[in-house]
């Protein structure tokens, strides 16, 4: 499978992000994924959590 990035930004962030990381490009695109998806289920998560009452 492959994947083209045509966007020449998103392409220079992924190229920085795996030098950064000392990853590839393909690996370097699965954890930036990985962290956004993990990132958004935490913030569903406190969605659901019911508020703390300030009222005493």
Partial sequence: MSLHIANPEACELVKHLSQALGVSMSQAI?????????RREDADELDVLPAESTAE
């Fill in 30 to 38: 699965k954890i930036a994924a990985k962290e956004a998806l993990a």
